[in-house]
């Protein structure tokens, strides 16, 4: 008898701990990242003679995932976020809740805070954003900043670190402070380097935001960053602050590897990608010192710009070391561009020649007739005062910057790069993952695979 009763025990024992969660659990989302973006990266470090490989491609377990949501099969954030937090389909643009937004959806993080673990939500674009929302937030709108906001403090994550908030006092301005509120609920707000670099308390509630941000509250792209931190030292400080004897649950979003693919600008993807990849690598540093507790799972929600390695100009050729010379983002340098042309409203392609060699390493000779052709009409159109909304123009721009979309379509194919769209694509997304239960991610699976894997860990 008491030989069955011990067995007994022991099959319990076993049991138990076969499928309790591991201590440490990562979730990296790169926003817009799918195998061409990662692929690209991996071509640049060859051609600057750094390593050939990212991290993230070289954990031990590989898979391909499927974005589509429940209305499209093309996804957006909202929806994709939503499958990698709960394991549940639903409409593009809808934050954690069922197509007829009668039902809210727990995520994973709120089910591991539930289980006793810190959690932390950080993303390079700004916290109330459509992919860190989807771990707090249940919204039928990702445009739902404000309440976003709201629920991202009643959540009572232990850290939320990035970019800031889009509409910290709701759409009019007229209500009470999303900051104060989260003062007033107990949390350390920070918005500078100094006290980004001092912040070492393990026992209180924070909130980083980056003391350089853009225009839409989120960090600078990695091509523009100067000294403020990066997406790595942030996920190196989240560690630090997290780490407790009953373990953490943090995701880490690269939120702008999306926005630079929307914007057709692959010297930008490609440096977003490789900061991405330098925060995986922290995780990857903290599993190697604690490896039977940790699971590191990465991902993407959704490709965007349909990327890809290759283009008819280039034949079989691919020169990414071309991008080498990029040293500035679209964005700035749409504000450069803005900058010459309000002090010479008739410069010509000529007057722009210096800052496409200073900027893009494209000097003149480096231009065939079809891109001056190009580049003048960029130019011209750039000076009218509204652009007409056509097919055409869409087609040509996008919407963005003609001259700045025009400069890095051309750079990008001279590299062998080309893009099929200004928004995303439908095509799988590349999952990773090293660790404890890291065998779970192999294979060909649904993105909400992914969310119920990791909250069958939190449930069994
Ligand atoms: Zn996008």
Request: proline share 3%; with cysteine.
């Amino acid at each position: 008898m008491k030989k069955i009763l011990l067995s007994l025990l022991l099959v319990t024992f076993i049991l138990t701990s076969a499928f309790s969660a591991p201590k440490y659990v990562f979730l990296f989302i790169g926003d817009g990242m799918a195998l061409p973006q990662i692929k690209a990266a991996e071509l640049y470090l060859e051609s600057v003679g750094s390593d050939k490989r990212l991290i993230m491609t070289s954990l031990e377990a590989q898979g391909m995932t499927t974005t589509q949501s429940a209305d499209s099969f093309i996804t957006d954030s909202a929806a994709a976020g939503t499958a990698l937090a709960t394991g549940h389909k639903t409409n593009s643009g809808v934050i954690c809740m069922n197509t007829t937004l009668t039902e809210t959806y727990k995520t994973v993080a709120e089910i591991a805070k539930e289980n006793g673990k810190k959690v932390g939500i950080i993303s390079s674009v700004s916290i109330d954003h459509a992919t860190p929302a989807a771990f707090y937030a249940h919204q039928p709108s990702r445009k739902n900043y404000y309440e976003i906001g709201m629920e991202m403090i009643s959540t009572g994550f232990d850290l939320y670190g990035g970019g800031a908030l889009l509409s910290p006092k709701g759409k009019k301005g007229d209500q009470p402070d999303i900051v104060d509120e989260a003062i007033k609920a107990g949390y350390k707000v920070i918005d500078n380097q100094v006290d980004f670099e001092k912040l070492s308390s393990k026992n209180e509630k924070v909130i980083i935001f980056n003391e350089a941000l853009d225009g839409a509250q989120a960090m600078q792209y990695e091509i523009d960053r100067q000294t403020e931190f990066s997406l790595a030292d942030l996920t190196e400080k989240a560690i630090n602050l997290l780490d407790n004897e009953n373990g953490f649950f943090m995701m880490v979003e690269g939120g702008k590897i999306d926005w630079a693919a929307h914007a057709n600008d692959a010297g930008t993807v490609i440096h977003d990608t490789l900061a991405f990849d330098d925060a995986v690598a922290k995780a990857v540093e903290f599993y190697n010192s604690h490896p039977k507790d940790t699971l590191i799972v990465v991902t993407g929600d959704h490709e965007t710009g349909g990327l890809t390695i290759g283009f008819a100009g280039t034949q079989y050729s691919t020169y990414v070391d071309k991008i080498e010379k990029q040293t500035l983002s679209f964005q700035n340098f749409d504000a450069v561009y803005s900058h010459l042309l309000a002090s010479n409203p008739n410069l010509t392609l000529n007057d722009l020649l210096p800052d496409l060699e200073k900027y893009f390493g494209l000097s003149k000779k480096d231009l065939n007739d079809m891109d001056i052709k190009k580049l003048e009409t960029a130019i011209s159109d750039s000076k009218k005062a509204k652009l007409p909304s056509t097919e055409y123009t869409y087609l040509l721009y996008g919407g963005y910057n003609p001259v700045s979309v025009t400069v890095t379509h051309i750079l990008n194919q001279k590299s062998g790069i080309s893009w099929t769209t200004y928004s995303h694509t439908g095509v799988p997304v590349a999952t990773f993952a090293q660790g404890v239960y890291s065998s779970l991610f192999n294979g060909y699976y649904d993105n909400t695979d992914i969310g119920k894997n990791l909250i069958n860990l939190y449930n069994n």
